[in-house]
């Protein structure tokens, strides 16, 4: 089996600024970082990186640096009000840093209106050579791989596609069996991480387990081996594992090579029993 790139998502070292984030994936031996441009709530701290501003240009020099890439760039939320033109300086900033992919999230209730607005995000960054792609969340109006699948294709654009979270995925109650029956070409990498096997009751623990206490991979109930066997082969792994608590004790590097030393034995374990 061929090495799996692995990126280190912003979420899982949340207290670090991007230029922090790309040395601290360059310590703990990744070959990727995820860039959160723009916040996903408004409680979240917000970079001045967007435009050609100090904080970029010093993202700019860790990168070159470290010879550290960008996979992808947080977060574009499809909204009712959304006016996709509003997301270009967005998309040219993660141009600029190198990122692949745009990480979108369904908050339209209006599904054919999510799939337009999907397809008008793609048609803008295409000249930038990035491909927006659809995260389905059990607690957003795109809420699994099912429906998400529906939105990308009425889309109908080849830069973009979906991106599979294992808590997400479990949450949602999704299966397998439908991952397989997707193009290839919809997944150009999948998230990883893990969580406690019995799913919560309410949105309240559900959100908090998503945001702030995710589990190791390997450690936790989440049918790992079973996700990455329905997806195509060799995707990049972006691990996402916020932990809020282990944060408390261990520094950012600590827990990045940790979490990357788990992913590894998940992969070692899951191709050599296939």
């Known amino acids: 089996m061929s090495r799996r790139k692995l990126s280190l998502s912003a979420l899982t070292v949340l207290e670090l600024t991007p230029p ?18 723009v916040p996903a709530t408004d409680t979240e701290v917000r970079h001045e990186i967007i435009g050609a501003t100090p904080l970029r240009r ?15 760039a947080e ?24 990122a692949r992919y745009v990480l979108v999230a369904g908050n339209d209730p209006d599904e054919a209106r999510t799939a ?22 059990p607690w957003t ?9 529906r939105i ?25 069996e439908t991952l397989r029956e997707l193009p290839c070409e919809w997944f150009g990498y999948v998230q990883f991480c893990d969580a406690p096997a019995e799913r919560p009751a309410d949105l309240d623990t559900l959100l ?3 945001r702030a206490e995710r589990m190791i991979p390997g450690e ?21 594992v916020p932990m809020n608590e282990w944060a408390k004790t261990a520094n950012a590097v600590t827990r990045a090579k940790r979490l990357r030393e788990a992913t590894l034995a998940v992969l070692q374990e899951t191709y050599a029993e296939h």
């Open 208 to 210: 908090y387990q998503a």
């Open 141 to 149: 109006d795109a809420k699994d791989i099912v429906q998400g699948a």
């Open 58 to 72: 010093e993202t700019l020099a860790a990168l070159k640096d470290t010879g550290i890439g960008v996979l992808d």
């Open 116 to 137: 337009e607005r999907l397809a008008a995000l793609c048609d803008l960054a295409k000249p930038y050579g990035l491909s927006p792609s659809l995260e389905p969340m």
């Open 75 to 98: 977060i574009l939320r499809l909204k009712p009000d959304t006016k996709v033109a509003d997301y270009e300086p967005m998309l040219e900033t993660a141009a600029a840093l190198g």
């Open 220 to 240: 936790g109930g989440i049918d790992l081996a079973g996700i990455l066997r329905a997806l195509p082969d060799g995707l990049p792994l972006s691990i996402e």
């Open 152 to 176: 990308v294709k009425a889309a109908g654009r080849a830069n973009t596609g979906l991106i599979v979270d294992p808590i997400h995925f479990d949450r949602a109650g999704s299966s397998t």
């Open 20 to 37: 922090q984030m790309v040395e601290c994936a360059a310590q703990a031996g990744y070959d990727f970082v995820g860039l959160r441009l």
